[in-house]
């Protein structure tokens, strides 16, 4: 069984001579093989249809009138020619169309994808493609490049949705399977003996190995930055009402003096 990596992983650059290192996260895990097994069964299953169906003694057409009378002719007693034990009659037990998808959970999913890439970064089956050298389609090209990293095949190409010449490139080559890095499954993973990403769908697949997204961690420094809170409207100050006077035909205040009576 293979142990996680102790030294950083290295992928060669398809063409230009040069590797690149591939992160530690999702490259240098070990091999969880119930998990992986798992998360392959749950893709495989979901992508059954599940509209296999067969007919019940109901669905079955005919067999309306009694076969023959009650008693009296030394035969078994029959109410319908579409019995199940009768030839033509409806299916016991038959399978009805279903679904097959059952949950894996989200870490578990994780943990196995990063088991798969791990695995190709141990044995050096992947590499990675550098999509701007195809500026037009050309599959003479993509076949140089796998013939001269000599992995063997299948090849799975992974790849950006917008790195179209490129992957009609690769597309036509026998032994090629060319997926985007978001319909990647861990089966197609195991599946491949080989692996070739473009840097774009290597970020890609990392950040989602280690449950993150490409722009969650570009965004993540402006995000820890925090507002000041602003401060509170103070209330405003109750307005005092004003005092009646006499001018207004209304009695004074109670501190007048009285007039002297002469």
Known sequence: MPEASATTP???????????????GAFTARWHEPLVHQSVRAEQAARRRGTAATK????????????WRQKGTGRARAGSSRSPIWTGGGTVFGPQPRSYTFKVNRKEQRAALRSALSLHAQRSSIAVLDTAAFAAPKTSDAADLLDDWGQPFPTLVVLGADERDAALSFRNLAGVAVLTHENVGIADLIGA????????ALDALSARANGSSVTEQVDAPEAAVTKPKSAKPSKPAAVAEPVATADDGETGTDDAEPSEES
């Open 10 to 24: 290295e992928a060669p650059v398809l063409g230009a001579g040069k590797t690149i290192k591939l992160k530690d």
């Open 56 to 67: 019940t003694r109901g669905l079955v057409s005919g067999g309306g009138a009694k076969p």
């Open 193 to 200: 003996a080989s692996l070739v990403c473009s840097q774009t």
